[in-house]
């Protein structure tokens, strides 16, 4: 795959910008997914509870998601009083990056060989 894409874009020789443009693909065609599961989610949680859902936004209720990033940027933030404040603020990011981060070490790849206790595993 990168001999294929170094022939026909030159920047695509380096195979860390190769790697970071895979990863940045697959990154957000998980983010896609998601948010094509949690469309239809709730499309399909307002036909059980016999209400319209995510229509009132773009075509189709495309653009719920725009609304849910601005959402929270408008609330108001308060952190009790009690909570750890870093650790507060940092915990909705978490979630996420632990799927990211775990979709990052899956290998996309051609086979490979990992050697584990002497024997190859395949």
């Known amino acids: 795959m990168i001999s294929l894409l ?3 874009i030159p920047l695509f020789a380096n195979p860390w910008l190769h790697g970071v443009a895979a ?4 990154a957000t065609l998980i983010m896609a997914v998601g948010d094509a599961a949690s469309w239809w989610e709730r499309k399909f949680s307002a ?3 016999n209400r319209r859902g995510p229509t009132e936004l773009g075509p189709f209720g495309f653009f719920i998601f725009i609304a849910d990033v601005i959402k929270p940027l408008q609330k ?5 009083a009690d909570a750890d404040a870093p650790l507060y603020r940092f915990a909705p990011w978490l979630p996420p ?3 990211l981060a775990t979709a990052a070490v899956v290998p ?3 086979t490979s060989t990992t050697r584990v206790s002497g024997s190859a595993l395949r």
């Open 47 to 49: 036909r059980l509870q």
């Open 108 to 110: 996309l790849g051609g």
């Open 6 to 8: 170094a022939t026909s």
């Open 23 to 26: 990863g940045g693909f697959v």
């Open 76 to 80: 108001e933030e308060s952190v009790p």
């Open 97 to 99: 990056a632990i799927v």
